[in-house]
């Protein structure tokens, strides 16, 4: 049919450019916070392209959600604007008439959100937390610049080196300022090396000097060693018991139901249920009169997708703490804003079916409509 083919190839225009501009968009600002945490010392700035892969797929969910729901607003309120609704809805096709080639466009895209929600975010998720694991197991002196002053991630150490090596494991005139409690320490040594001892790294300094000094008395310590060890960072990342949710797979949050599973199983699935009813979301907030040249409903239209999207992050939560069962929290959310979808549909089809009603009743006065 006419109609079906020609509202498809609209929305499949619509959300080809729309997608490319959100991906644009948000992978520029994913890119300069990933430098920024290369800079800080955070990931290894060889691993930067690869991190801001994983970032991206993690969140290839949301964009495409977000494009979807875009790409209907956008296409059915232009068609409102260029009054092709008007000739529609008097040729007997109601609004609901466009949920079929809508869903007919979209249920490709539903698929590819469902199997990256489900499937693909662990994963991501896990290779992301592997890549930091893997530079945080690396030395401390790799990830300082040589010749430069670097803070440590907890803000209580300031580490300066100059490299001696070409691997950079070990390096030459190291300074440490760390502060800790009331006590301020500063470390200086001819070289140090880093070593891991079980699941602890420790920074391991030859010939050098400490001098401690209380803050609160002013009382100074002075002492020189030969070797000097030091822990040099937490506990990190082990075993595949101590993943966080977001990195464990679907199946294995479906064999330990825990209430962080389920917030995290309730996350997922919600990322799907969401964008089926921001299709129906969509197609009813579309409606804007020809008449008036603005796009307030596409406002409304986003604004209606950021409480939505936070809704669906607060049931994550309130699964988490056990303050919802997973069940309880999918219905009350998503089966909410189906029934407001729905609401608003049957909102817009009685209001246009009164409206012909009426243009109808003129016409057959012999009064032109208004």
């Not at 209430?259 to 997922?268: D, F, N, S």
């Not at 197609?283 to 008036?292: D, E, H, V, Y």
């Amino acid at each position: 049919m006419l109609f079906d083919s020609t509202l498809r190839r609209d929305l499949s225009r619509s959300f080809g450019a729309t997608l490319v501009v959100i991906l644009t968009i948000v992978l520029t600002i994913m890119l300069i916070r990933t430098l920024g945490q290369a800079a800080l010392g955070r990931v290894a700035p060889q691993d930067v392209v690869l991190l801001l892969g994983y970032i991206a797929l993690g969140q290839l969910p949301t964009m495409l959600a977000l494009s979807l729901f875009i790409a209907v607003v956008a296409t059915l309120g232009r068609m409102y604007r260029d009054s092709e609704m008007a000739i529609w809805f008097t040729s007997g096709i109601g609004i609901g008439r466009f949920v079929r080639p809508v869903l007919r466009m979209s249920w490709p895209v539903l698929l590819v959100v469902a199997l990256l929600a489900l499937f693909v975010w662990p994963w991501a998720n896990k290779h992301s937390a592997e890549l930091k694991e893997r530079f945080e197991r690396r030395s401390d002196l790799s990830r300082v610049a040589p010749g430069q002053f670097q803070t440590s991630s907890d803000g209580r150490r300031v580490f300066f080196i100059e490299r001696d090596t070409e691997d950079s494991r070990i390096g030459r005139n190291v300074f440490i300022l760390s502060v800790l409690g009331d006590t301020e320490a500063v470390t200086t040594a001819r070289s140090g090396r880093t070593e891991m001892f079980g699941d602890d790294r420790f920074l391991v300094l030859a010939r050098g000097q400490r001098n401690e000094q209380e803050l609160g008395t002013g009382a100074k310590t002075l002492s020189r060693f030969e070797t000097f060890r030091a822990l040099a960072g937490e506990r990190l990342l082990s075993s595949a018991s101590d993943l966080p949710p977001k990195a464990r797979r679907t199946i294995e949050l479906l064999r330990q139901p825990t209430a962080r599973h389920q917030g995290e199983l309730a996350w997922r699935l919600g990322l799907v249920l969401g964008c089926a009813n921001l299709l129906l979301l969509g197609i009813g907030l579309s409606a804007s009169n020809p008449r008036r040249a603005s796009n307030w409903n596409l406002l409304f239209a986003l604004l209606t997708f950021v409480v939505y999207y936070n809704l669906i992050t607060l049931s994550q939560a309130w699964v988490a703490n056990g303050k919802l069962g997973m069940g309880a929290a999918l219905v009350l959310v998503h089966g909410g804003a189906f029934l407001v979808a729905m609401a608003v549909l049957w909102w817009r089809e009685t209001a246009n079916i009164q409206r012909l009603a009426w243009w109808r009743a003129r016409a057959s006065r012999g009064l032109k409509p208004a």
